[in-house]
């Protein structure tokens, strides 16, 4: 093979791992592993508001994932009631957000305590269970929601170990848990900023079965972590 | 007919070039030397925000100081060479006469070489004894700074993905943000919740690897207010490059009203940092080992 020919299938095979690496990146600093969900806005004399229902369930199932048995954060598409495994969110900026989160999953407690104070929404209080809550006991922790440039944070309590009717997996019609089995339930609102891609993610080790429940469903897009996408 | 090709250096050449070189090369030092040390030196970081950045300021001094002659002398060889025994035109390549077996050349290069190396060597850890230079040094460090029996103790806890600090002195106040009172030394305990990372607050002149069940003490003495950068400067996974945050030197009377605001803020949770863990309490402990036992779900 002449020379000139090999240096061609260099270039052209260095181009090619180049354009694969530049395209992973991409995509995994801004949509990896879930598309993004359009929250509906609705205007409130002009300001944006946005309401935001998500869950976290133990594991996902085999419906919404190939991963059953992983930890997901849910989405519900506020159009058809039917809940999602998307974590990229499309949200307004300067925009109210009223966010509820139903968490089926157990208590697993926070290493850091300080999560347990929940900071950077309005008030600076979270309500569980409809209650005003400024902290929540750290060993009850079941997760955390946090997207640290907005400097907001929360713990989210876990269902009791000894509830009865647990969620097994989000295997429901509607595609999350449903909300007759045991849950916990946490309400508070925040405003969104400037415009750009916030990531948040989940503070607390919950992928069981991997090292240090560190691994898998805590490490990809589209389970415990995710973006707001705050567009203008 | 044309004419026969000359070589580019004669044999009967009677110039001394290794003179020539020679003598560029150290007028050209004495020129370039105290200048690089000058002026650019300083310019590398992390300057001089705390004694052990100034230290390291320093050391990029002589650092650079030392490496300025040698690099004069590559450049002076490379662009002697090229202007005297380029191949002008009309000229046959010729190689000059090979030099073999000369004791003198190899026995000074041996001696320069040894001399340079032992002498970074004996530089570099008297200068890391002075006071560990901000590196972490493990749970018993040995290069301890003056009044380090003092140091005022912050926890240093990475996690995926970002820093925790706890302040043993404030009541275990725990906080995302680090702040550090002024003309104080501090020892920092890094450790890690999790996978390996990197505490790298370069302004400080601080790095401290970060694992899981270590205490990686770093010392460090800070000097007037300022603001600094944290970073992991370990590649720990999906959000890496999101593990950074800001920190402050601040004076006295400022840090005391941080810490008090911090306190109110964490007021709440408080009743649970007194606790011990065997009674319910947050942990709190030197070192942390991952426990994928501990979650049921």
């Known amino acids: 093979m002449r020379v000139g020919v090999k240096l061609l299938l260099v270039a052209v095979a260095v181009t090619a791992a180049g354009a694969v690496i530049g395209f992973y990146v991409s995509n995994l600093t801004t949509l990896a592993g879930s598309r993004s969900y359009s929250v509906p806005v609705q205007n409130a004399n002009g300001h944006p508001v946005v309401k935001l229902e998500i869950q976290t369930v133990a594991a996902v199932g085999p419906t919404l994932s190939p991963n059953p048995d992983w930890v997901s954060y849910l989405v519900k598409d506020q159009s058809t009631g039917h809940w999602k495994r998307e974590t990229v969110w499309d949200l307004p900026a300067h925009a109210t957000v009223h966010v509820t989160i139903y968490n089926f999953d157990g208590a697993s407690g926070l290493r850091n305590p300080y999560l347990a104070r929940p900071q950077g929404m309005v008030g600076n209080r979270i309500r569980v269970d409809g209650k005003p809550t400024e902290a929540i006991d750290p060993n009850d922790a079941s997760h955390t929601f946090a997207v640290p440039a907005l400097g907001l944070v929360l713990a989210i309590p876990g269902v009791a170990d000894e509830a009865k009717n647990q969620c097994e997996y989000a295997d429901a019609p509607i595609g999350g848990c449903a909300m007759s089995t045991a849950h916990r339930t946490i309400k508070f609102t925040f405003h969104t900023t400037t415009p750009g891609h916030y990531r948040w993610q989940c503070f607390v080790p919950c992928a069981a079965g991997w090292v240090y429940g560190f691994g898998g469903p805590m490490q990809t897009i589209g389970y415990m972590d995710g973006f707001l996408n705050v567009k203008a | ?297």
């Open chain 2, 1 to 297: 007919m044309a004419s026969e090709p000359s070589a580019a250096t004669s044999p009967s050449d009677s110039t001394n070039h290794g003179l020539r070189v020679v003598v560029v090369w150290l007028v050209l030092s004495a020129i370039a030397t105290p200048l690089v040390a000058i002026y650019v030196g300083p310019l590398i970081p992390p300057g001089n925000a705390t004694v052990q950045g100034q230290g390291q300021t320093f050391d990029n001094q002589v650092m650079t100081a030392f490496v300025t002659p040698i690099l004069c002398l590559l450049a002076v060889f490379f662009a002697y060479g090229l202007i005297q025994f380029h191949v002008r035109r009309n000229e046959a390549i010729l190689d000059g006469p090979p030099i073999r077996n000369d004791s003198q050349i190899q026995l000074l290069w041996i001696v320069i070489t040894t001399v340079m190396v032992l002498f970074l060597a004996g530089f570099g850890t008297y200068e890391l004894l002075q006071d560990g230079s901000g590196g972490g040094q493990g749970p018993n460090p040995i290069a301890l700074p003056a009044h380090h029996q003092d140091a005022f103790q912050v926890q240093v806890i990475a996690q995926q993905w970002q820093f925790t600090y706890r302040y043993p002195s404030l009541g275990g106040l725990e906080s995302n943000q680090l702040y550090l009172p002024a003309n104080t030394t501090v020892a920092l305990h890094v450790t890690s919740l999790d996978a390996i990372h990197s505490f790298w607050a370069y302004e400080l002149g601080v790095k401290a690897d970060a694992n899981p069940g270590v205490d990686n003490v770093a010392y460090v003495e800070t000097k007037g207010p300022t603001t600094f950068h944290v970073r992991c400067a370990e590649l720990c996974g999906l959000w890496h490059p999101y593990m950074f945050n800001n920190g402050r030197v601040v004076d006295s009377a400022q840090f005391q009203a941080w810490a008090s605001q911090q306190q109110r803020v964490y007021a709440s949770i408080k009743p649970f940092m007194n606790k011990p863990e065997s009674e319910g309490g947050a942990p709190y402990a030197k070192t942390y080992f991952p426990e994928p036992d501990r979650r049921a779900g």
